[in-house]
């Protein structure tokens, strides 16, 4: 899984209570991602970010938020307002030129009790 | 908006046959196509990708893909199967967002069992 790790592997949450998970790359990388995945789904995009104090939207980001005020460091905040929270979620970092592929973290399992 | 359709939820072949994992593509453009692979709740692995030239790509574990542009395919071959490729596999195309970004665009992954 290259430079990203990822934590906790597994969460438990009780619902109504945010939760953050956590993704640190020590690969100098520009961009860093966070992605969701559903059985039969594949990986939808919650947020990414290109560069450090700047971050967008992907394609399922309602109920997320998250933050990038260090290079290495990209954590995702499940918030109380997502729906259906529970999820893989795998987050990934990649150089900044746009053909160069993606390295991914282990992936934390969130479970909403 | 590009996209890669991935047309089989799984694929099953025997430990030592040729395998094939399909994907399609619909881009405007030059594709920027991707391979990766999924071990049971590990992260992805890049295996490899299609940027230019020529159209078979080679890549890891003796994993190679074809690109061809007449047919829009961009399948994942391998001449003989092991039982330890059994994972998931995603098909990846790079796809411009709004804002001018460049972001992967995944296929909803094909399963693969290899039978011993």
């Known amino acids: 899984d290259g430079g990203i790790t990822q934590s906790p592997k597994y969460l438990f949450r009780k619902e109504g209570q945010n939760v953050t998970l956590s993704c640190e790359q020590n690969l100098n990388h520009d961009a860093m991602y966070w992605y969701r995945q559903d059985p039969g789904q594949g990986l939808r995009l919650i947020y990414y970010?290109?560069?450090?104090?700047?971050?967008q939207k992907g394609d399922i980001a309602e109920g997320y938020s998250v933050s990038r005020e260090k290079k290495e460091s990209f954590p995702l905040t499940v918030t109380s307002a997502q729906k259906n929270p529970t999820a893989f979620y795998l987050c990934?970092?990649?150089?900044?030129?746009?053909?160069?592929?993606?390295?991914f973290g282990p992936g934390t399992r969130l479970t909403v009790l | 908006a590009q996209s890669v359709a991935q047309p089989e939820d799984q694929v099953n072949v025997a430990e030592g046959n040729p395998l094939t994992v399909k994907c399609t593509y619909s881009v405007s453009g030059n594709p920027y196509l991707f391979w990766y692979v999924q071990y049971p709740n590990r992260g992805l692995q890049f295996l490899l990708k299609?940027?230019?030239?020529?159209?078979l790509v080679k890549g890891s574990y003796g994993f190679e893909a074809e690109f061809n542009k007449s047919q829009t395919s961009f399948h994942l071959k391998k001449p003989s199967a092991l039982v330890s490729d059994s994972a998931l596999y995603f098909c990846?195309?790079?796809?411009?967002?709004?804002?001018?970004?460049?972001?992967?665009?995944f296929g909803r992954g094909t399963s693969l069992i290899v039978h011993p």
């Open positions: 990846a195309v790079r796809d411009r967002r709004s804002g001018g970004s460049y972001i992967p665009t």
């Open positions: 990934a970092s990649a150089p900044q030129s746009s053909d160069n592929e993606q390295f």
């Open positions: 299609y940027i230019t030239g020529d159209n």
């Open positions: 970010s290109q560069i450090v104090n700047d971050f």
